[in-house]
């Protein structure tokens, strides 16, 4: 069974510059997950997708920070403007259904550096 | 809002030791813990899940606890391997919330 898959791995742009990461979840998993996961810190969620349908984005600042995920499979993540905080590792996870005992399955993430 | 805590932040230890990774939470209101490892530059692997109504669970020579009242969990770690160097993290969900830890990163020496 092929995992969460994510793209680019690394990017590095300036402050004020746009960006976007890309995520295909494991095939047949409804719910969609993104996190940032900051040096030393924890991951934190960001937004979750069940479908095509945003379930939860209060730690999604919308400002600059943007989601989608059309038809319901791949998702892209946009930041614009970047900002030197943003500076950090970006996780996909998808599980098969968004129940709270259900498992997560990580993508290997994108490390974004902000300079 | 719930806080996760990770003690301690690194451990060192030479392989064949037995070790506890501790997280503690300050909401007891959870509907599950998880324990993840986390591999430089990979993903997050799910090691254990404790659904709120149990007291522990095993996988090989791991062994996840959780006292839901006193608000920990411990991660037990039988005969390290060096093959265990990784960063634990351990989650808390509560309402659709996972809330994370900051990790512990472990390092088993051959």
């Known amino acids: 069974e092929a995992g969460v898959a994510q793209s680019p791995r690394y990017k590095i742009i300036e402050k004020r510059q746009s960006v976007a990461f890309w995520c295909n979840p494991i095939?047949?998993?409804?719910?969609l997950y993104w996190y940032q996961q900051i040096l030393g810190q924890g991951p934190k969620l960001l937004i979750q997708?069940?479908?095509?349908?945003?379930?939860?984005d209060s730690q999604l600042p919308k400002d600059r920070f943007s989601a989608e995920r059309l038809k319901g499979v791949d998702s892209t993540l946009k930041i614009q403007p970047a900002k030197l905080e943003d500076s950090a590792v970006y996780l996909c996870?998808?599980?098969f259904g968004g129940g709270l005992w259900e498992t997560q399955y990580f993508g290997p993430g994108t490390r974004l550096l902000v300079l | 809002k719930q806080e996760v805590t990770q003690i301690p932040a690194a451990l060192s230890v030479p392989e064949g030791e037995n070790l506890v990774l501790n997280c503690s939470f300050t909401?007891?209101?959870?509907?599950?813990l998880q324990w993840f490892r986390q591999d430089p530059g990979k993903g997050l692997t799910s090691l254990l899940l404790?659904?709120?109504?149990?007291r522990e669970q095993t996988s090989g020579r791991l062994n996840a606890s959780l006292d839901k009242s006193s608000g920990r969990s411990t991660l037990y770690i039988a005969a390290s391997q060096p093959g265990d160097s990784a960063t634990y993290l351990c989650?808390?969900?509560?309402?659709?919330?996972?809330?994370f830890g900051a990790g512990t990163r472990l390092t088993v020496k051959p």
């Open positions: 996870a998808s599980s």
């Open positions: 095939s047949g998993h409804a719910t």
């Open positions: 997708f069940q479908n095509n349908g945003v379930v939860d």
């Open positions: 909401d007891s209101a959870i509907y599950n």
């Open positions: 404790i659904q709120s109504s149990q």
């Open positions: 989650a808390v969900n509560a309402d659709n919330d996972m809330r």
